[in-house]
Nanobody, 117 residues
């Protein structure tokens, strides 16, 4: 079955860095658009960053210049490098795999990121 397993979350001080990873299995990783979403308490889930199978990336305005999304097809793994973290980045971060041609859309279980002194 499809599994997206996130790791790398935790507690970090403002201005710090974290790298999230998402290990994918059960899908042909190279065919999927992969993305990171986040949801803070009381808020809707929002797109943070995404990368297509061809490597095209897009970012939420709030993270441009601070976050970098990347993917390793050999390892079937998605990454999110987060620098200059702010308190407003605090949320549960979810990995997503999407292939609209076949209406496939999968989610990981989420990993908590907390930015606080």
């Amino acid at each position: 079955q499809v599994q997206l397993v996130e790791s790398g979350g935790g507690l970090v001080q403002p201005g710090g860095s974290l790298r999230l990873s998402c290990a994918a299995s059960g899908i042909i990783f190279s065919l999927y658009t992969m993305g990171w979403y986040r949801q803070a308490p009381g808020n809707q889930r929002e797109l943070v960053a995404a990368v297509t199978s061809g490597g095209t990336t897009n970012y939420a305005d709030s993270v441009k210049g601070r976050f970098t999304i990347s993917r390793d097809h050999a390892k079937n793994t998605l990454y999110l490098q987060m620098n200059y973290l702010k308190s407003e980045d605090t949320a549960v971060y979810y990995c997503n795999a999407k292939r609209t041609r076949v209406a496939n859309n999968y989610w990981g279980q989420g990993t908590q990121v907390t930015v606080s002194l």
